[in-house]
């Protein structure tokens, strides 16, 4: 019985990483984070792909959440597709804009990571990986017991 589960969540976890790892492709973010999630999904299965999509996936062309949409017509977002009323544009100028701090948040510099912390995640990734396989065969053995 628990070797059958065992086996389904293998099939749940590669099928997942499978997903992501083809998907993540045509997402703008940074290659950093596009191995970051395909290991995420890798260690933690179907659950690694559900949150790439609540996170990570972009929405269909033309579908915004609802969440979204509410922020937007709160003037708490600015939204990029947006279809504005004639004049709305002089009256948006004359509001003093929400996101300076976020713009200039985002022209500062990412902060540089040193050789050490990047060899040390390149091998604790993997370790981690190996240690989660381990458990599983581990728990298959005794199962069989």
């Not at 004639?86 to 540089?112: F, I, L, N, R, V």
């Not at 993997?126 to 065969?137: E, H, Q, S």
Request: glycine share 8%; charged share 10%.
């Amino acid at each position: 019985m628990l070797s059958g589960v065992i086996l389904l969540w293998f099939i749940l976890t590669a099928l997942s990483v499978a997903f992501v790892a083809t998907d993540i492709h045509s997402t703008p973010e940074s290659p950093v984070l596009k191995w970051g999630f395909v290991l995420v999904t890798a260690y933690t299965g179907p659950f690694g792909a559900f949150l790439y999509v609540l996170g990570c996936r972009e929405p269909l062309p033309g579908i915004a959440y609802p969440m979204n949409w509410w922020l937007i017509s709160h003037h708490l977002k600015h939204g990029m597709v947006t279809v504005r009323k004639p004049g709305a544009a002089q009256a948006a100028a004359t509001e003093p804009a929400m996101d300076h701090k976020m713009m200039a948040m985002s022209e500062t510099q990412p902060t540089k990571l040193s050789v050490g912390t990047i060899v040390g995640m390149g091998v604790l990734s993997p370790a981690m990986f190996a240690v989660g396989i381990a458990v599983a065969v581990i728990s298959v053995r005794l199962s069989r017991t």
